[in-house]
């Protein structure tokens, strides 16, 4: 026994489709009320004095000769252990980068560290030139 089935379908089984509009309906209101959330304030602007609460980077510099400055100021090993210590007191998180001649001694590089270490400085970076090929 043959079935003829001569019949025209004209219909779209339109259900795989609704199921997919439903879908990103859902992911539509779950990331629109994900990316709304907090509450909106108008925060108070700064003036154009400088900030406290921005940090001033120091630089301790060692020439070739063993010499050692303050950002451009000479200093001793005392005068720059002083001058750190006062510092520190106002600002606990002061930076420091060492720029240390290429030239000079380890011994004098080690010196400042040291005494970094001694005044608690964390914030330290010692700067160093980019080779270029």
């Known amino acids: 026994m043959q079935v003829q089935d001569d019949k025209v379908y004209d219909d779209i089984n339109v259900t795989p489709m609704l199921d997919l509009a439903y ?8 990331m629109t009320t994900a990316s709304v ?9 700064a003036s154009n004095a400088p900030s406290l609460a921005k940090p001033q980077t120091k630089a301790v510099t060692i ?4 010499r050692m400055f303050l950002d451009a100021y000479p ?8 001058q750190l210590r006062s510092l520190k007191a106002v600002n606990p998180s002061l930076p ?15 010196a400042v560290l040291d005494l970094m270490g001694k005044l608690e400085i964390t914030q330290l970076g010692l700067v160093t030139q980019r080779i270029v090929n």
């Open 37 to 45: 959330q907090g509450i909106k304030i108008n925060l108070p602007k």
């Open 75 to 82: 200093v001793s090993m005392a005068e720059l252990e002083q």
């Open 23 to 30: 879908v990103l309906l859902i992911i539509f209101i779950i």
């Open 63 to 66: 020439t070739e000769d063993g």
């Open 96 to 110: 420091v980068v060492i720029k240390g001649d290429a030239k000079v001694q380890y011994e004098k590089v080690m």
